[in-house]
């Protein structure tokens, strides 16, 4: 147990829909980070958050948009769902934006039709 | 551009070492990474290596770098069947802004270990 937890664990969504995903950092990590994990590929880091701003983003479109709260607790956004959006979305806590350990969540499985 | 090759695949006998490969294309990887998840799990982290270091072992894994080479290595020492998972290399890079570090995965090397 990492104690980031993910909600929920599986979503099924309609192309087009938007659909949110949330997490809560371990105790006392500033640092979140989500990635997109397609089948039978490895994580895609997809933006970090520290202390409630946008840190660091990598090659997805604007409709993947983030937030954090002042808990350090983290929501993924995705507008417009498209088909190879289905995946597991993982997100990290760590410490802090350098820190060399991040710890990982359950992911959440979603599933695009 | 980053990029992290990995093998798909290892099957080893239980009690052997298992040696996974990686290779990577960023000089200025400011660290690397081993990560396993099992299956329907999130990543669990290992190890990970300095981009100064040539080795570092914690106990039945040894990390190996070759930095010239672009080239990391975990040796996992006495393998057993609860070993068997997905593991995955992965670089981390410091952003062109210096505020963020981004890292890069591989696409994971499926660890089988059999009796």
């Known amino acids: 147990e990492t104690g980031v937890t993910q909600s929920p664990t599986h979503l099924i969504k309609t192309r087009g829909q938007q659909v949110t995903l949330r997490c809560s950092s371990q105790s006392g990590h500033n640092t979140v980070s989500w990635y997109q994990q397609a089948l039978g590929q490895g994580p895609q880091f997809i933006f970090q958050?520290?202390?409630?701003?946008?840190?660091g983003r990598g090659n997805f479109p604007p409709r993947f948009s983030g937030l954090q709260f002042p808990n350090y607790s983290s929501e993924l956004n995705v507008n417009a769902l498209e088909l190879d959006d289905s995946a597991l979305y993982l997100c990290a806590s760590s410490l802090g934006v350098g820190d060399t350990e991040a710890f990982f969540g359950q992911g959440t499985r979603l599933t695009v039709v | 551009g980053e990029d992290v090759e990995q093998s798909l695949f290892l099957s080893v006998r239980e009690g052997d070492s298992s040696v996974i490969n990686c290779t990577y294309t960023d000089s200025s990887s400011t660290y690397l990474y081993w990560y396993k998840q099992e299956p329907g799990a999130g990543l669990q982290l290992l190890t990970y290596i300095f981009s100064n270091m040539d080795m570092k072992q914690d106990q039945r894994l040894t990390v190996l770098l070759n930095k010239k080479d672009k080239h990391l290595s975990l040796r996992i020492a006495d393998t057993q069947t609860g070993d068997s998972a997905i593991y995955f290399c992965a670089e981390i890079t410091q952003s062109r802004t210096g505020g963020s570090y981004i890292p890069t995965f591989g696409r994971g090397t499926s660890l089988i270990v059999h009796p």
């Open positions: 958050y520290y202390r409630e701003e946008e840190n």
